[in-house]
């Protein structure tokens, strides 16, 4: 059994000013996924040239930031939000209080690489497939700050890897996706991207991937108090996001297959 070290979610406090872990784990995300496109650029294939990763990066941090957040007051906190309309005015900003979805900032991510791609002139699912292998790293360094936080536990166990959190010993289910849908996904998008892939392809791995690392560990995951369960004891919120996610990821490939036949 291992016990959660209840670390200060605030990392530096000056006077009045305080930075918060979660918001350096996001920072360090962009930094990654730049350092990162500039490798990618190298490739024959890279529909993005050295010039263009500025602005790519630019449009991503606003695009995954009002998406992540919009989404999680529309899927996770609907019910506050049509109470008060007006309360998103407030808590958009406040990304160090956590409160980011994952569906949300994709949609924001989709909405930056569709700006990108126009000011380009590249196809969007080009650039899509050019994106895909930079998103795991800020995915797991996210969920990193979630465990910073002490938020996003798992289920009560009696396995060696629980942490005892709070007088229960749970699964650490931020750490489970940081892990799987951090580490491991960016070594099985970025091995996979080595070489030249059929257009879309990128894409699709990145959502079926996730999907099956998410719905699995979703089995582990705690819902929101506030939404819990939405059939018996397995049926998550999670589950329905990330449903659709692999169901298009295979349409992209059985629709490529079928155009080459």
């Known amino acids: 059994m291992l016990v959660y070290p209840e670390i200060d979610p605030i990392a530096i ?6 930075i918060a872990w979660y918001g350096i784990m996001y920072l360090l995300g962009f930094v990654a996924a730049f350092r990162l496109a500039r490798i990618r650029v190298k490739q024959d294939w890279s529909p993005l040239s050295k010039e263009h990763i500025d602005d790519l990066i630019f449009y991503a941090v606003i695009g995954v930031i009002l998406g992540g957040r919009l989404g999680y007051m529309l899927f996770y906190d609907t019910m506050h939000l049509m109470s ?29 690489v569709f700006i990108i ?3 380009v002139q590249q196809s969007f699912v080009s650039v899509i497939d050019f994106v895909a292998p930079l998103v795991p790293i800020g995915l797991g360094l996210g969920r990193i700050g979630n465990f910073i936080n002490g938020e996003l536990w798992g289920r009560p166990t009696d396995s060696v890897v629980g942490f005892l959190v709070q007088g229960t010993q749970r699964h650490a289910t931020q750490l489970y ?7 491991l996904l960016f070594i099985i998008l970025w091995l996979y991207t080595k070489k030249k892939r059929p ?8 959502l079926i991937t996730y999907g099956c690392f ?4 979703e089995f582990f995951r705690l819902p ?3 939404i819990g369960y939405l059939y018996g004891e397995w049926l998550t919120l999670g589950h329905l996001l990330t449903i659709p996610m692999m169901i298009f990821g295979f349409c992209i490939i059985i629709a490529n297959k079928l155009r080459v036949k």
Request: with cysteine; hydrophobic share 45%; aromatic share 12%.
């Open 13 to 18: 406090q000056i006077g009045p000013v305080s």
């Open 84 to 112: 008060n309309p007006w309360s998103w005015l407030i808590a958009l900003p406040q990304l160090w209080n956590g409160g980011m979805s994952f569906h949300g900032g994709l949609l924001g991510g989709l909405c930056a």
């Open 117 to 119: 791609s126009k000011r």
């Open 177 to 183: 996706e940081a892990t799987l849908e951090g580490l």
């Open 199 to 206: 257009s879309g392809f990128p894409a699709a791995v990145f």
């Open 214 to 217: 998410r719905i699995f560990i």
């Open 224 to 226: 929101d108090a506030h």
